[in-house]
């Protein structure tokens, strides 16, 4: 028990107890390997403009820049270009998992250091980004999907345990959501806001841009109607603080993410917000239960297109596939030991892979899928068995 | 405690962000309509004003300084952060560029005239000034 918890109230520490059961339980490292092997690209998307500069001969200190702190080191600027390849190449090196704690502490070195170095190089996106690669320089994530478990197969030794402490991802779930959190109550609390008027203010003095798109005339009047805005803030900002608190409850969480990626993509389309898009798509992984291949997916070897698809999509190793007997339809036993047949369990299969859940998703609404997730028969006991060992929840 | 000290430290960030200036992990995105604009002069030791829009002794503005939204003050544009942070980095690039422009031997300090909107509001004139550059006059 922690030391904290000493001397408190019954109460008290069995909530501290079952906090820290919480926090320390093993799980399943998968979305943060899979995180890991996504985030690597934005930090070099994130690089870029800083490596482009420099290339040019140009670097921070050449114009107006604002230290946070006299004392911060600042390299010479050969030193500096050196430091920001390093963070490149560790970039690269902590997506592919080649010594992937030494390549994901770097990199986040880098750009921590970077960052701090002015407080022009500040951007909500950037902070994001600096806090996702402080939570994977933690989290033991290069135990799979990456080079390093790949090397350690070719050499005969026994993979290492894929699971640990669970703080880093309980950690980085606080922070995902907090950033919604935040961002949906600094807009609700601020009556321009969720009155309409920054909105209305933004599309009305970017009607030039808004008319060259192809839209219809209706549209474009209807977008810069100030009454349209008043419903469109509160909107905004119920669909952020929706995203916050939706994906802490399992009811909520897939409409949540659902959410958040169409959220995510029509942010992309309508501002400059560097590498935020990408990043809190990818971030949206890490809501998936930290357990995996503790649903059985059968298929009939015949069908081996399906199979080769669904093992190269499943990232977060949602599956164990089993062949079912020739002739038979697709068949998915579920963490409950539901058991479900055909287009129903196809359906499900697709909303459980990271590229293709967005647009299965939806379909789970049916009511012949609803039917079949709710009224399909018990799976054979060894699957049950086979499922409760994995540790499904 | 790490994760204690974590949560405690984001959500006292959070709240730090209606105060401060910069909002550094306060996650307050797309937070105004806002927009400013300012004419920026230099202040000579024998008085005069000269608008930053001119180069001088071999400075350009425009190269001075080249980030956040700074680069044509002259010009109206969107407070991408809120006016407070806006205003804060005009405040600093005026004294970075009193100090980091040696050859200038004329100019005793910079002097913006701001006119911003804070979103629908009426507009508002405000004054910021770089320090006194040392050695001039």
Known sequence: ?393 | MVVVAVVALQLALVARGYLSDHKEFAFQMFPESSTWRADVVRVTADGRRVPIERPWSGYRWDELVQSRGLRYPWVRHHADAGLDNQLAFLDAALDWVADNTPRDAETRYLEARVTSWHNDDSPRVGVLRSHFREGVG
């Not at chain 1, 114009?63 to 390849?85: H, I, M």
């Not at chain 1, 390549?103 to 600096?130: E, P």
């Not at chain 1, 590498?275 to 059968?298: E, K, M, Q």
């Open chain 1, 1 to 393: 028990m922690n030391a904290a918890a000493v001397g408190a109230p019954p109460r008290t520490r069995a909530l501290i107890a079952a906090f820290d059961d919480l926090l320390g339980r093993a799980v399943s490292m998968r979305a943060l390997a899979l995180l890991r092997v996504l985030a690597g690209p934005a930090v070099l998307l994130h690089l870029q403009p800083f490596l482009s500069d420099a290339w040019d001969g140009r670097i921070y200190s050449d114009a107006f820049y604002e230290p946070y702190a006299a004392w911060y080191p600042e390299l010479p600027d050969a030193v500096y270009v050196g430091v920001l390849s390093l963070g490149a190449v560790a970039a690269v090196a902590m997506s592919l998992g080649l010594l992937t704690r030494l390549a994901t502490v770097t990199t986040f070195g880098v750009v921590a250091y970077n960052i701090f170095l002015s407080t022009t190089h500040f951007h909500n996106n950037r902070a994001y980004l600096l806090i996702v690669l402080g939570l994977l320089a933690v989290a033991p994530c290069g135990r799979e999907l990456s080079l390093d478990a790949w090397v350690r197969r070719r050499r005969g030794r026994p993979a290492l345990d894929t699971s640990a402490p669970a703080w880093p991802l309980w950690l980085l779930r606080f922070e995902c959501a907090a950033i919604y959190g935040a961002s949906g109550l600094s807009k609700l609390l601020d009556p321009d806001w969720f009155g309409g008027t920054v909105t209305w203010q933004r599309v009305v003095r970017e009607r030039d841009a808004l008319e060259a798109w192809p839209l219809p005339d209706w549209a474009v009047s209807l977008l810069t109607d100030r009454g349209f805005h008043t419903g469109a803030a509160k909107f905004i900002v119920l669909t952020e603080l929706f995203i916050a608190l939706g994906l802490w409850w399992r009811g909520t969480r897939y409409a949540a993410v659902w959410v958040a990626v169409v959220f995510h993509l029509a942010i992309e389309t309508s501002a400059a917000v560097q590498v935020f898009s990408y990043l809190g798509i990818a971030v949206l992984a890490i809501w998936a239960v930290p357990s995996t291949r503790d649903r059985v997916l059968r298929i009939d070897p015949g069908r081996r297109r399906w199979a080769t698809l669904v093992c190269g999509l499943d990232w977060l190793a949602r599956f164990r596939v089993e062949p079912a007997p020739p002739g038979s339809p697709l068949e998915v036993v579920d963490r409950d030991g539901t058991t479900i047949r055909g287009a129903p369990a196809v359906a499900f299969v697709m909303s459980r892979l990271p590229l293709t859940a967005w647009f299965a998703l939806p379909t789970l609404l049916l009511p012949a899928v609803r039917r079949a997730r709710r009224g399909g028969g018990p799976a054979p006991a060894a699957s049950v068995a086979a499922n409760s060992a994995a540790g499904g929840s």
